[in-house]
């Protein structure tokens, strides 16, 4: 009897360490490849434009245009290799970096900075005129909204789940601030301004 309750408990045992198998839980955050990424991206908004090429002086040759038929113009960007993109993180980092020229003045004055969860705050707009004052606030959410949703599409495409979020914002906080010039206000993790 006692052996026919044994070969009754092994199969339930190995059901059992099967199902606890099945319902494990990937905890894997790839910090790493996030830090990559959000640093790729920062770097891309934040660039300077390219200079444009040089005219050169003196007679040309004629071969030069059909050389140019043959080649490429240099203008063209590729993915780098092993990164991760789609047309929604190519179009949000496009409005980012066609709205950038547009912050850096209130960057410059003060008015707001790069806050710690990733998103552009408003610290101070004592110094500003009218005008600027009613741009500040539309201009705040526009940048804000655009980063939000970069933000989800860069976790959507690395496959990070939504509750893992705020560890994909907390990089991209970091990045921002990097890149933040001298004199810019960053938010530090305490709540604290400080001008870099």
């Not at 140019?68 to 113009?73: A, C, I, R, V, Y």
């Amino acid at each position: 009897m006692k052996i026919k309750g044994v070969f009754l408990i092994i199969p339930i045992w190995i059901l059992s360490i099967f199902m606890a198998c099945a319902m494990t839980v990937n905890l894997y955050f790839p910090a790493k490849e996030v830090e990559k990424k959000a640093g790729d991206i920062v770097d891309d908004i934040r660039k300077k434009e390219p200079s444009a090429p040089a005219v050169p002086s003196g007679p040309q040759s004629s071969l030069r245009h059909l050389n140019t038929l043959f080649t490429s113009n240099g203008l063209a960007y590729a993915q780098k290799e092993g990164g991760v993109s789609s047309p929604a993180i190519q179009n949000l980092k496009q409005q980012i970096r066609e709205r950038f020229p547009r912050l850096v003045p209130f960057f410059k004055k003060g008015a707001f900075g790069e806050g710690k969860t990733g998103l552009v705050e408003i610290r101070d707009n004592k110094g500003l005129s009218p005008a600027e004052k009613n741009d500040l606030k539309p201009l705040v959410e526009a940048e804000n909204r655009d980063r939000r949703a970069l933000y989800q599409e860069v976790a959507k495409s690395m496959n990070i789940s939504s509750d893992q979020l705020g560890k994909v914002q907390r990089i991209f906080a970091e990045k921002w601030q990097k890149s933040a010039e001298r004199g810019w206000w960053i938010q530090k993790q305490d709540g604290q301004w400080i001008q870099k």
